[in-house]
């Protein structure tokens, strides 16, 4: 009983070997940078991109906004209401009315 095991096990451990896909890096120019993406939300009514952007320390968490036009990202801004302090998480309300 053992071997058998140990024999299914070797088998699906070499299968899973073969079977095992390239990474590719994925970036988005005019998003991806050096610094810390994180927390995309896609604005469901106008498809903006919002994200957080913060240093390789974690630190100086900002709220993004891209806009994709022709297939082509905006450089991020600053979200219009943007203030003084950490900004993080952005998510829509189901209905896609509230940020």
């Given at each position: 009983?053992?071997?058998r095991a140990l024999?299914?096990?070797?088998?699906?451990?070499?299968?899973a070997?073969?079977?095992?896909?390239?990474?590719?890096?994925?970036?988005?120019p005019g998003?991806?940078s050096?610094?810390w993406?994180?927390h995309?939300a896609?604005?469901?009514?106008?498809g903006?991109?919002?994200?957080v952007?913060?240093d390789?320390k974690?630190?100086g968490?900002?709220?993004?906004v891209?806009?994709c036009?022709?297939?082509?990202?905006?450089?991020?801004?600053?979200?219009?209401?943007?203030?003084?302090?950490?900004e993080?998480d952005?998510?829509?309300t189901?209905?896609?009315?509230?940020?």
């Open positions: 009983m053992i071997m024999a299914l096990f070797l088998l699906i451990l070499a299968n070997a073969e079977a095992a896909p390239t990474v590719a890096h994925w970036d988005l998003i991806s050096p610094m993406e994180s995309p896609i604005d469901p009514l106008t903006d991109l919002w994200f952007r913060s390789r974690f630190s968490w900002r709220i993004l891209s806009h036009d022709k297939g082509r990202w905006s450089d991020p801004k600053p979200w219009r209401f943007a203030r003084a302090g950490l993080a952005p998510y829509f189901a209905d896609g009315r509230s940020l």
